[in-house]
Nanobody
Framework: QVQLVESGGGLVQVGGSLRLSCAAS????????MGWFRQAPTKEREFVAA????????YYADSVKGRFTISRDNAKNTVYLQMKSLKPEDTAVYYC??????????????WGQGTQVTVSS
């Protein structure tokens, strides 16, 4: 089993920045890759970004490309999501995911509890 714990969410004004963290524990050798998804009220969970555990290949949703950066610290088993130039439409609960790859949430085996990001105008 893999446990994921997110942190770093909060309230920020339009144009501001936040950095989310996701710490993994347990059978971390099975992580393969980690990703971030988000879900706004009444909407489906959507892909935000992903990073491979070896090599560091990254992939972003078009809506966040150029504004968000995903990175990882293998020694700490932690993945980060640096978010800049935040917009009201970025408001959502952000979830860390692991044990999969790609843009589909069903591809991932492990999930964190989520952290709320609210962008106010």
């Amino acid at each position: 089993q893999v446990q994921l714990v997110e942190s770093g969410g909060g309230l920020v004004q339009v144009g501001g920045s936040l950095r989310l963290s996701c710490a993994a524990s347990g059978r971390t050798f099975s992580l393969h890759a980690m990703g971030w998804f988000r879900q706004a009220p009444t909407k489906e969970r959507e892909f935000v970004a992903a990073i491979s555990w070896i090599g560091g290949s990254t992939y972003y949703a078009d809506s966040v490309k150029g504004r968000f950066t995903i990175s990882r610290d293998n020694a700490k088993n932690t993945v980060y999501l640096q978010m800049k130039s935040l917009k009201p439409e970025d408001t959502a609960v952000y979830y860390c995911a692991a044990g999969g790859w790609g843009t589909k949430s069903t591809n991932y085996n492990y999930w964190g509890q989520g952290t709320q990001v609210t962008v106010s105008s």
